[in-house]
């Protein structure tokens, strides 16, 4: 990875935090149109998760003009996305996946992620149809302004995959005031 890149990927995942407090409820949206249609056939094309009837194709998020992290546009809440700044699903690494709880249409993509517990499956489809099979290791609630950005995002040798949406009770603003993340591992 170049020392540019890194440098980006490093402050993107500083703002992180800031993008998803202002992107959830305000419906934040991605500088650049993003696509369900993945770019090469490793990169993942949908996800889904049986337990809780969510099936979803993926856009592809990277950063904003600011360096935060992109969200699906609130027109496009039942769409989840991945973040082509981390690892593809299934190589090492941690692969994000970023979708809306609520938007100010209703309900969204992820909202009840937080009935997933530990062993719950979620399947990632390839580009080329193959389908990845993740099983669920935890889920954390967290504050936004102590996001654990190296926890969620940071390297491991794990295949790992992270999903993450905003939860918990409004602010004066009307913005979540927490992170729901599950995380989970590559079934073997």
Not at 33 to 38: D, E, I, Q, V, Y
Not at 69 to 90: D, H, L, N, S
Not at 93 to 117: C, M, P, Q
Request: proline share 6%; charged share 20%.
């Amino acid at each position: 990875m170049s020392r540019t890149r890194l440098s980006a990927l490093v402050l993107a995942l500083l703002m992180l935090p800031v993008a998803l407090l202002t992107a959830c409820s305000m419906g934040g949206t991605a500088d650049d149109k993003a696509s369900g249609t993945p770019a090469s056939a490793e990169e993942p094309a949908g996800v889904s998760i049986p337990a809780i009837g969510v099936r979803s194709p993926l856009m592809r998020l990277g950063l904003n003009k600011d360096e935060t992290v992109q969200v699906p546009p609130p027109e496009k809440g039942m769409t989840a996305g991945w973040y082509t700044g981390g690892a593809k699903p299934g190589e090492p690494g941690a692969a994000v996946i970023i979708g809306h709880n609520d938007t100010r249409d209703g309900k969204a993509v992820f909202h009840d992620l937080g009935k997933v517990g530990k062993g719950t499956v979620i399947d990632v489809e390839r580009g080329d149809g193959k389908v990845l099979h993740f099983a669920v290791t935890g889920t954390e609630k967290v504050d936004k302004k102590a996001f654990p950005t190296k926890k969620v995002y940071g390297g491991t040798s794990e295949r790992a995959l992270r999903l993450v949406t905003c939860a918990g009770d409004l602010d004066s603003d009307g913005h979540p005031v927490q992170n729901l993340i599950v995380y989970a591992s590559l079934r073997s």
